[in-house]
């Protein structure tokens, strides 16, 4: 087997302009753009892409890590304070990396199968891995890898191992695809379905269907759906068609589900053909329909592809990170186990800085090719790179191999094994991640060490949280910093999870409503500066030995701190001061306040001035405009004085979410960033740029069928309009549904259908009439997501989305997830 090697030489020779290369023969392995994902720093080259935050910041704390290898688009940066470092330069640093990427892929001819489409390609791409991997050693995106950048990372991990690589390829917008095709030159394609997805990148859906074709361009054959074959435009391609309403290569006749399976009856080659999957939905009978297809082009036997679809596995495409027994975090990815993943699982663990131990629970992995020894070798080499502390292996390979492993290691032949010694290992303070194949049904580790929970859960989606900073970042001027308000448990979100993720994400401040919420985060890890936006003279304490920086808004709290400060012999704190420039709530207020203050401030040069600030009164209301442009203006003029007469800058800071959209003016030196996290915009409910973060869900508890006249709950104020039937829900007012909710005024989704309340909202359930649609006991139920948004909840409740996710309790169960 060709075993290919890249130097940093080579590599300069590939894609560099020019470059200085203190140790040209440096063998380079991992490609890496994000630098809190270091890992195997000596052999990994950094690669500065262009974005709203200068990369090049990052290469001083990466040098001081290890990193030796760079690709730099600017030409002016100092290599000259990184003498034993290589330096590749390129005006364009993303070209680059897709340009190395593409010369690759060159060194293999196997089967390529480029996978797109608006919706199913993850599904696609994973489903044909499971079906295909019998016959094949498979190389596949990682996850959802389908950009400019995860395309190219994707191609990366191939090597003269593999036979058959499944890759995936997104589009947002016009003339993407064709640097996608250049990287993975696909041999065969498959157009999944076309849907809204980025439909304001296109003018209509022609051209979007037209670019996404772009990937086939060179192809030998495309698995496409009739109605779609007069958009292919090269005519030398062969086609391989499916249709659930016109003659095709394999023509659907009928698709018939019951007991949570659907057969599937098709006609290929003037055959009657079959398959039987465990899924009823109508993308997952689609998508396999697609599978089925391209099982068929590859020459699988029917007989073959109808016993392996009846096996077909749900794809599970999210971390989720739940609360443990003994104070652990767990984060629960007991479906999936290859190294891709692996890798990306490890990244999202070193996140979670609420514990000092971080520990992985693994079963033996999936292999692609890779013989054994040198696979478990790699984790191995991955986990001391990742500074795993505690690592217990599950499966005869993993034990075969134990000896590659550090010492504070466990090894299992089988997860019942395991399970009898869980007591014994003693987990206390820890994050765990537990990461299986779905043959090893680790969801039975991740029961046991999970906290028993209400069934009702408010799930928190990490990377659209991630994806709105970065929206509202973009509407920043530049080197303007971001304070992220996570008072009130984050919204009701969770505290030290949201903090986590924004710390990681490069938050500059973050803000809290009280010492208490402050001092829960420094225990948790967090090291970012924070404001405690309602200091207590009773809490300064807690404020200094936390590191916490106190907001001022009045003579009495200033003047406490500062006899508290000089009482405790502190040279100097910092502080932030509020100005009421309207709001009239807290703050110092006019001119003769504010003079007052300058002088007090003057004879306590201890007291640091961190930042200056105001509260803009209704930024989000056009109605209200000119109010705010004369506080912006107030805040100016007022926060100059201060500054003159201190003698120093500070970060001045006015905008909140509604004022990052609307007024350039208000940014300042730093923004406020709140309910935005979460996809909530007070100035457009129909802000697509923004996407939802937070899903409420419960389930029937139990299904009674009642008859005309017969009432429901307390008071009798539910009636029965006709026979029918309601479900009893695990959701009360003691969860957060308001009581104002009840007698048909709420609304929930029941298996896509909305339905209505019924009776009064009860402390800890709540009912549906569900009389006119198809439901089981033990059916999700939606109370909000994308489909019905906070924004129909709060309205319904005549309240904004703020009181409603604040009201959530505590009892509900957070589930926190990377998808």
């Given at each position: 087997m060709k075993i290919?090697?890249?130097?940093?030489?080579?590599?300069?020779?590939?894609?560099?302009?020019?470059?200085?290369?203190?140790?040209?023969?440096?063998?380079?392995?991992?490609?890496?753009?994000?630098?809190?994902?270091?890992?195997?720093?000596?052999?990994?080259?950094?690669?500065?892409?262009?974005?709203?935050?200068?990369?090049?910041?990052?290469?001083?704390?990466?040098?001081?890590?290890?990193?030796?290898?760079?690709?730099?688009?600017?030409?002016?940066?100092?290599?000259?304070?990184y003498p034993d470092a290589n330096f590749i330069y390129s005006q364009n640093t993303l070209f680059a990396l897709q340009q190395l990427a593409t010369h690759h892929r060159q060194h293999f001819n196997f089967p390529v199968i480029g996978v797109t489409g608006s919706n199913g390609k993850t599904v696609v791409k994973e489903w044909l891995f499971q079906l295909l991997n019998p016959d094949y050693k498979i190389v596949r995106s990682p996850k959802s890898f389908n950009s400019q950048i995860g395309v190219?990372?994707?191609?990366?991990?191939?090597?003269?191992?593999?036979?058959?690589?499944?890759?995936?390829?997104?589009?947002?917008?016009?003339?993407?695809?064709?640097?996608?095709?250049?990287?993975?030159?696909?041999?065969?394609g498959i157009l999944t379905n076309l849907g809204a997805a980025h439909n304001e990148g296109f003018i209509h859906s022609d051209q979007k269907l037209n670019e996404k074709l772009a990937l086939f361009s060179i192809a030998n054959f495309v698995i496409i759906n009739k109605r779609y074959l007069k958009n292919i435009k090269n005519h030398h391609v062969k086609t391989f068609t499916w249709s659930f309403t016109s003659a095709a290569d394999l023509q659907i006749k009928s698709a018939h589900s019951e007991n949570n399976k659907t057969v599937i009856t098709a006609m290929y080659k003037n055959t009657p053909v079959q398959i039987r999957i465990p899924f009823t939905d109508k993308a997952s009978i689609e998508n396999a329909v697609i599978c089925w297809a391209t099982l068929l082009l590859l020459g699988v036997g029917q007989a073959t592809i109808a016993h392996r679809m009846q096996h077909l596995q749900a794809v599970k495409m999210r971390l989720e990170l739940k609360n443990g027994k003994n104070n652990c975090s767990i984060i629960d990815d007991s479906y999936n186990s290859d190294l891709s993943s692996l890798e990306i699982a490890l990244d999202f663990l070193n996140q979670q800085q609420q514990h000092p131990t971080k520990t992985l629970i693994l079963s033996d992995l999936l292999q692609t090719g890779t013989a054994a020894n040198v696979l478990y070798a790699k984790i191995a080499h991955l986990l001391a790179t990742k500074n795993i502390y505690k690592f217990i292996g599950v499966g005869t390979n993993l034990s075969q191999y134990r000896n590659l492993f550090a010492t504070n290691s466990h090894f299992y032949t089988q997860t019942e094994d395991l399970m009898a010694d869980l007591a014994n290992l003693k987990f206390s303070n820890e994050a765990i991640l537990i990461k299986g194949a779905r043959s090893f049904g680790f969801q039975k580790i991740s029961k046991l060490l999970t906290q028993k929970v209400h069934q009702t859960v408010l799930e928190i989606n990490l990377n659209a949280l991630e994806h709105n900073f970065n929206y509202y970042k973009t509407l920043l001027q530049p080197k303007v910093k971001v304070m992220a308000v996570v008072k009130a448990f984050s919204y009701g979100s969770g505290s030290y999870q949201i903090a986590n993720v924004l710390q990681y994400n490069k938050v500059d401040y973050l803000a809290v409503a009280f010492a208490d919420e402050g001092t829960e985060l420094r225990a948790a890890g967090i090291t970012t500066p924070i404001m405690v936006m309602s200091p207590e003279e009773a809490a300064f304490d807690a404020i200094v030995s936390n590191k916490l920086e106190p907001e001022l808004y009045s003579f009495r709290i200033l003047k406490a701190f500062a006899e508290y400060i000089t009482h405790h012999n502190i040279v100097t704190y910092p502080i932030h001061i509020k100005l009421d420039t309207g709001m009239h709530r807290l703050g110092f207020e006019g001119d003769d306040e504010i003079k007052k203050l300058v002088a007090f401030l003057a004879k306590h040069p201890q007291l640091k001035v961190c930042s200056i600030f105001s509260h803009l009164v209704a930024s989000e209301n056009v109605q209200h405009d000119e109010f705010t442009k004369l506080q912006i203006n107030l805040f100016k003029q007022q926060a100059a004085f201060i500054e003159q007469s201190i003698g120093y800058k500070t970060i001045k800071h006015l905008a909140n979410t509604s004022a990052i959209n609307r007024f350039d003016s208000a940014q300042f030196d730093m923004v406020r960033l709140g309910i935005g996290f979460y996809g909530v915009d007070s100035t457009s409910r129909n802000n697509d740029k923004l996407e939802n973060v937070i899903s409420l869900k419960t389930n029937i508890s139990q299904i009674k069928h009642l008859y005309k006249g017969d009432t429901v709950g307390y008071g009798r104020k539910g009636v029965m309009l006709k026979d029918g039937k309601i479900a009893t829900l695990k959701i009360g007012y003691a969860d957060g549904i308001s009581r104002r909710l009840g007698n048909g005024k709420g609304k929930m989704w029941v298996n896509n259908q909305l339905v209505h309340t019924i009776g009064t909202i009860c402390m800890d359930m709540c009912m549906l009439d569900i009389s006119n649609i198809e439901?089981?006991?033990?059916?999700?139920?939606?109370?909000?997501?994308?489909?019905?948004?906070?924004?129909?909840?709060?309205?319904?409740?005549?309240?904004?989305?703020?009181?409603?996710?604040?009201?959530?309790?505590?009892?509900?169960?957070?589930?926190?997830?990377?998808?």
């Amino acid at each position: 087997m060709k075993i290919i090697k890249y130097t940093i030489q080579s590599i300069s020779e590939i894609i560099g302009e020019k470059c200085k290369l203190f140790s040209p023969h440096t063998n380079i392995k991992n490609l890496l753009y994000d630098s809190r994902k270091l890992a195997d720093a000596t052999q990994s080259l950094f690669f500065v892409l262009p974005g709203k935050v200068n990369a090049h910041n990052f290469i001083d704390s990466l040098y001081q890590k290890g990193m030796r290898n760079f690709v730099i688009s600017d030409s002016s940066f100092a290599v000259a304070l990184y003498p034993d470092a290589n330096f590749i330069y390129s005006q364009n640093t993303l070209f680059a990396l897709q340009q190395l990427a593409t010369h690759h892929r060159q060194h293999f001819n196997f089967p390529v199968i480029g996978v797109t489409g608006s919706n199913g390609k993850t599904v696609v791409k994973e489903w044909l891995f499971q079906l295909l991997n019998p016959d094949y050693k498979i190389v596949r995106s990682p996850k959802s890898f389908n950009s400019q950048i995860g395309v190219p990372l994707s191609l990366w991990q191939t090597d003269a191992s593999h036979n058959l690589g499944i890759f995936e390829a997104g589009i947002s917008q016009p003339n993407e695809m064709d640097k996608l095709q250049k990287i993975i030159q696909p041999t065969i394609g498959i157009l999944t379905n076309l849907g809204a997805a980025h439909n304001e990148g296109f003018i209509h859906s022609d051209q979007k269907l037209n670019e996404k074709l772009a990937l086939f361009s060179i192809a030998n054959f495309v698995i496409i759906n009739k109605r779609y074959l007069k958009n292919i435009k090269n005519h030398h391609v062969k086609t391989f068609t499916w249709s659930f309403t016109s003659a095709a290569d394999l023509q659907i006749k009928s698709a018939h589900s019951e007991n949570n399976k659907t057969v599937i009856t098709a006609m290929y080659k003037n055959t009657p053909v079959q398959i039987r999957i465990p899924f009823t939905d109508k993308a997952s009978i689609e998508n396999a329909v697609i599978c089925w297809a391209t099982l068929l082009l590859l020459g699988v036997g029917q007989a073959t592809i109808a016993h392996r679809m009846q096996h077909l596995q749900a794809v599970k495409m999210r971390l989720e990170l739940k609360n443990g027994k003994n104070n652990c975090s767990i984060i629960d990815d007991s479906y999936n186990s290859d190294l891709s993943s692996l890798e990306i699982a490890l990244d999202f663990l070193n996140q979670q800085q609420q514990h000092p131990t971080k520990t992985l629970i693994l079963s033996d992995l999936l292999q692609t090719g890779t013989a054994a020894n040198v696979l478990y070798a790699k984790i191995a080499h991955l986990l001391a790179t990742k500074n795993i502390y505690k690592f217990i292996g599950v499966g005869t390979n993993l034990s075969q191999y134990r000896n590659l492993f550090a010492t504070n290691s466990h090894f299992y032949t089988q997860t019942e094994d395991l399970m009898a010694d869980l007591a014994n290992l003693k987990f206390s303070n820890e994050a765990i991640l537990i990461k299986g194949a779905r043959s090893f049904g680790f969801q039975k580790i991740s029961k046991l060490l999970t906290q028993k929970v209400h069934q009702t859960v408010l799930e928190i989606n990490l990377n659209a949280l991630e994806h709105n900073f970065n929206y509202y970042k973009t509407l920043l001027q530049p080197k303007v910093k971001v304070m992220a308000v996570v008072k009130a448990f984050s919204y009701g979100s969770g505290s030290y999870q949201i903090a986590n993720v924004l710390q990681y994400n490069k938050v500059d401040y973050l803000a809290v409503a009280f010492a208490d919420e402050g001092t829960e985060l420094r225990a948790a890890g967090i090291t970012t500066p924070i404001m405690v936006m309602s200091p207590e003279e009773a809490a300064f304490d807690a404020i200094v030995s936390n590191k916490l920086e106190p907001e001022l808004y009045s003579f009495r709290i200033l003047k406490a701190f500062a006899e508290y400060i000089t009482h405790h012999n502190i040279v100097t704190y910092p502080i932030h001061i509020k100005l009421d420039t309207g709001m009239h709530r807290l703050g110092f207020e006019g001119d003769d306040e504010i003079k007052k203050l300058v002088a007090f401030l003057a004879k306590h040069p201890q007291l640091k001035v961190c930042s200056i600030f105001s509260h803009l009164v209704a930024s989000e209301n056009v109605q209200h405009d000119e109010f705010t442009k004369l506080q912006i203006n107030l805040f100016k003029q007022q926060a100059a004085f201060i500054e003159q007469s201190i003698g120093y800058k500070t970060i001045k800071h006015l905008a909140n979410t509604s004022a990052i959209n609307r007024f350039d003016s208000a940014q300042f030196d730093m923004v406020r960033l709140g309910i935005g996290f979460y996809g909530v915009d007070s100035t457009s409910r129909n802000n697509d740029k923004l996407e939802n973060v937070i899903s409420l869900k419960t389930n029937i508890s139990q299904i009674k069928h009642l008859y005309k006249g017969d009432t429901v709950g307390y008071g009798r104020k539910g009636v029965m309009l006709k026979d029918g039937k309601i479900a009893t829900l695990k959701i009360g007012y003691a969860d957060g549904i308001s009581r104002r909710l009840g007698n048909g005024k709420g609304k929930m989704w029941v298996n896509n259908q909305l339905v209505h309340t019924i009776g009064t909202i009860c402390m800890d359930m709540c009912m549906l009439d569900i009389s006119n649609i198809e439901a089981k006991e033990g059916d999700e139920v939606i109370v909000f997501d994308d489909r019905q948004s906070i924004y129909t909840l709060a309205d319904d409740l005549e309240t904004i989305p703020y009181e409603v996710l604040t009201s959530i309790s505590q009892r509900v169960k957070r589930v926190y997830y990377y998808a």
